[in-house]
């Protein structure tokens, strides 16, 4: 099993930054894509970014690309969220995600495993 704590969510002004962060434990080892989704109030669950746990490939949702950067840290089993512009559209739970089987697409939530607890973002106007 892998564990998956999400931090680093606030309440913050349109056009600030934010860096989340997840911390894996457990069977890391099997985790082959992480990903970050997110919850906007009354609405879907939806993907964010996803990269390889143990490669390079990254991947983002239109909305977002140019303002956020997913990243990770292997040897800290931790990864990275960096949410630069924010606007009020990004108020959402985040949820770090993992996969321990290579997905059909990354973009649907039921080709992942195991789940944070969701960590808030509020981004004011």
């Known amino acids: 099993q892998v564990q998956l704590v999400e931090s680093g969510g606030g309440l913050v002004q349109a056009g600030a930054s934010l860096r989340l962060s997840c911390e894996a434990s457990?069977?890391?080892?099997?985790?082959?894509?992480m990903g970050w989704f997110r919850q906007p109030p009354g609405k879907e669950r939806e993907i964010v970014a996803a990269l390889m746990w143990n490669g390079q490939d990254t991947w983002y949702t239109d909305s977002v690309k140019g303002r956020f950067t997913i990243s990770k840290n292997n040897a800290r089993n931790t990864l990275y969220l960096q949410m630069n512009t924010l606007n009020p559209e990004d108020t959402a739970v985040y949820y770090c995600?993992?996969?321990?089987?290579?997905?059909?697409?990354?973009?649907?939530?039921?080709?992942?495993?195991?789940w944070g607890q969701g960590t808030h973002v509020t981004v004011s106007s």
């Open positions: 457990g069977r890391t080892d099997s985790a082959i894509v």
């Open positions: 995600a993992a996969a321990t089987t290579t997905p059909r697409n990354v973009r649907f939530s039921d080709n992942y495993d195991y």
